[in-house]
């Protein structure tokens, strides 16, 4: 078990029990899609922006 199972108090999961409950998971692609990559970007340069704004507004607060 892994800390944070042993934290949460949970048992580890049983994956083969999984896989024969529901056959198709696993069977997607691995690779990260196009749309989350992309997602990811648009949010980081989101919040970069939202820090620059943040910092233009506190310099003109002191000036």
């Known amino acids: ?3 944070s199972t042993e934290a949460a108090g949970e048992a580890p ?3 083969e029990a999984i896989r ?3 056959p198709w998971v696993g069977l997607g692609p ?3 899609h ?8 648009v949010m980081a340069e989101a919040r970069m ?3 620059i704004i ?3 507004e506190t310099i003109r607060r002191s000036a």
Do not use: C, I
């Open 1 to 3: 078990m892994d800390e």
């Open 13 to 15: 999961l049983d994956y």
């Open 20 to 22: 024969q409950r529901f």
């Open 30 to 32: 691995t690779e990260e």
């Open 34 to 41: 196009d749309f989350s990559k992309t997602y990811r970007e």
């Open 49 to 51: 922006g939202r820090e």
């Open 54 to 56: 943040e910092a233009v």
